[in-house]
T-cell receptor, first 113, second 112 residues
Framework: DVKVTQSSRYLVKRTGEKVFLECVQDMDHENMFWYRQDPGLGLRLIYFSYDVKMKEKGDIPEGYSVSREKKERFSLILESASTNQTSMYLC????????????FGEGSRLTVL | GQQLNQSPQSMFIQEGEDVSMNCTSSSIFNTWLWYKQDPGEGPVLLIALYKAGELTSNGRLTAQFGITRKDSFLNISASIPSDVGIYFCAGQLKNTGNQFYFGTGTSLTVIP
C-alpha cells in the first residue's frame, strides 16, 4: 500500500516563527503536492513538484516555500508564520503517467497564535 | 484553480438508507476519484475510475464515471454509523497531466 507520512499531526506556533512541515512517501512517486484545507474553501494547492529539485506554484503560494531534495521527501516551509496560515495542511503524491490516483497523508493541523 | 460542483452539500439520513452524491464539471476529465475524510484526518481514497461509463464497487460503495466524462456519482448502500464523514470527488483533466481538481465535499450524517 502507498504510504504518505506527514511528520507532525499537530503544531502550535507563534506569529513570526519559521515552520517546517515534512512529508515522505514510500512508493517512488514523481509528483508530490502540498494543499491547505479550510472550511468552506475546500482543498487549495500551495505548491507541487514533479521531480527532485523541481517545483511549481499552485493557487496560493504566497507566504510559503518548498524543498524537494530527495524524491521521497517534500517539505513545506512557512518563513514567517501568520495567523491566517492556521489551517489543515495535506501532503499528497501520485505517479507520473500512472493510473491517476492521488494519495494523501494524515494531515498536519497548524495553529498560529 | 478549478473546483468541481459537488452535491448535495450535506445529508442527514437514517441508518440503513442508501445515499447518492455526484460531481459535475464543465471540462472533460480523464480520471475521477472519490475520497472519504474523517474529522482531523487525511482523505482516504475509496474508488478510482478511469473510463467513461465505468462502474466500480468497493463493498457497499459504488461509483460511476459519467458517459460525457464531465460527471461522476457515488452511491452508498445500507448506510451504517461509521459511514459518517465528508466525501469528496477529485479528478484529473484530460491532457493536463499532473494536477488534480476537487469537489467541495458532501458531509454525511447517519442517524442510528
Amino acid at each position: 500500500d502507498v504510504k504518505v507520512t506527514q511528520s507532525s499531526r499537530y503544531l502550535v506556533k507563534r506569529t513570526g516563527e519559521k515552520v517546517f512541515l515534512e512529508c515522505v512517501q514510500d512508493m517512488d512517486h514523481e509528483n508530490m503536492f502540498w494543499y491547505r484545507q479550510d472550511p468552506g474553501l475546500g482543498l487549495r494547492l500551495i505548491y507541487f513538484s514533479y521531480d527532485v529539485k523541481m517545483k511549481e506554484k499552485g493557487d496560493i503560494p504566497e507566504g510559503y516555500s518548498v524543498s524537494r531534495e530527495k524524491k521521497e521527501r517534500f517539505s513545506l516551509i512557512l518563513e514567517s508564520a501568520s495567523t491566517n496560515q492556521t489551517s489543515m495542511y495535506l501532503c499528497a503524491s501520485s505517479l507520473v503517467g500512472g493510473p491517476g490516483e492521488l494519495f494523501f497523508g494524515e494531515g498536519s493541523r497548524l495553529t498560529v497564535l | 484553480g478549478q473546483q468541481l460542483n459537488q452535491s448535495p452539500q450535506s445529508m442527514f439520513i437514517q441508518e440503513g438508507e442508501d445515499v447518492s452524491m455526484n460531481c459535475t464539471s464543465s471540462s472533460i476529465f480523464n480520471t475521477w476519484l472519490w475520497y472519504k475524510q474523517d474529522p482531523g484526518e487525511g482523505p482516504v481514497l475509496l474508488i478510482a475510475l478511469y473510463k467513461a461509463g465505468e462502474l466500480t464497487s468497493n463493498g457497499r460503495l459504488t461509483a460511476q464515471f459519467g458517459i460525457t466524462r464531465k460527471d461522476s456519482f457515488l452511491n452508498i448502500s445500507a448506510s451504517i454509523p461509521s459511514d459518517v464523514g465528508i466525501y469528496f470527488c477529485a479528478g484529473q483533466l484530460k491532457n493536463t497531466g499532473n494536477q488534480f481538481y476537487f469537489g467541495t465535499g458532501t458531509s454525511l450524517t447517519v442517524i442510528p
